[in-house]
């Protein structure tokens, strides 16, 4: 928890962040995917200052625990002093004690965003899902709990200005506004009409505009002009030579030589990223094998 101190910004977490919304895929299916469509609406997890401390961080709890689908989760909630925002007791359930930070007590509105982050904890456990080590399991537990719905408070609960700053998460902002920009293409969900911080906008913008770029790569036809003539040129290379990536590898997709057919390429699934391979032999329609997208290209 940043709490009036420097926030990261930009996308340094961005492979890991892809990563993980792929691994959400591949363990959960697209199936269960669709099946949060719907976020967490604000008047589910509000909070006022006329709420009773434990009652209300009791309630959104709740609410949480409904929207991950957790109906045998029982969440208890306290406060203590501590570095961190939010801690949780993973046991084998069905009770989950989860400690929020004594700045709670005084900033009520972000309980939901805390709580967000530590019962997707519980989901992640139950499902069996993680990643090796400590920090790459805290951005997949982000990435999840945005992809799968809560997580524009999370964002939201971002507030930066020349005398203080707080944000709440492993993500930066802007990698929140891309898992929420990714999320929003997927399911036509516009986030940005929940948020109260000014800061949140932008970040969600900055974000977006990557996700919608994560669409416009070759071989896939919303490619823009330049895109395509250096597709065209890495293409007329590796038919020459029949062999290897592209001279750089900066460039999303990649040739591979197949003895016995045309020359392929591979490329990131704009949806789900996982890797889809396809011949190179001009306008193709591919599906995704993971998420079931169709898309259109020009390999």
Not at 50 to 56: E, M, R
Not at 265 to 278: A, D, E, L, M, N
Request: positive net charge; contains cysteine; proline residues 6%.
């Amino acid at each position: 928890m940043a709490n009036g101190g420097p926030v990261e910004h930009g996308f340094p977490h961005l492979e890991t962040v892809r990563e993980a919304i792929t691994a959400l895929y591949r363990r959960l299916t697209p199936d269960t995917v669709r099946t949060f469509s719907t976020s967490v609406a604000p008047a589910d997890v509000a909070f006022c200052d006329t709420d009773d401390l434990h009652l209300g961080a009791q309630r959104v709890a709740r609410e949480l625990v409904r929207h991950y689908r957790l109906p045998e989760a029982r969440l208890i909630v306290g406060f203590r002093a501590m570095t961190h925002a939010a801690n949780v007791e993973l046991t084998a359930g069905p009770e989950y004690f989860v400690e929020l930070n004594d700045r709670f007590r005084t900033h009520r509105r972000d309980i939901g965003a805390a709580l967000a982050h530590e019962v997707m904890h519980v989901y992640l456990h139950r499902l069996g899902l993680s990643f090796p080590t400590t920090r790459e399991n805290e951005i997949l537990t982000d990435t999840a709990a945005t992809y799968l719905g809560a997580g524009w408070l999370l964002l939201d609960a971002f507030r930066e200005d020349g005398a203080s700053s707080q944000k709440l998460g492993y993500l930066t902002p802007e990698e929140f506004g891309y898992v929420l920009a990714k999320r929003s293409l997927f399911f036509g969900e516009d986030p940005s009409v929940w948020f109260t911080s000014a800061q949140a906008y932008t970040a969600y913008g900055k974000g977006l505009a990557l996700a919608r770029r994560d669409g416009q790569q070759p071989p896939l036809t919303a490619a823009g002009w330049v895109g395509r003539r250096r597709y065209a040129r890495d293409r007329r290379q590796a038919q020459e030579q029949r062999a290897g990536p592209p001279a750089s590898s900066d460039v999303p997709y990649r040739f591979a030589p197949d003895d016995h057919g045309p020359l392929k390429v591979s490329f990131p699934c704009p949806t789900c990223r996982q890797r889809i391979r396809v011949p190179v032999r001009g306008r193709v329609r591919a599906r995704c094998g993971l998420c079931r997208t169709v898309l259109e290209c020009d390999t």
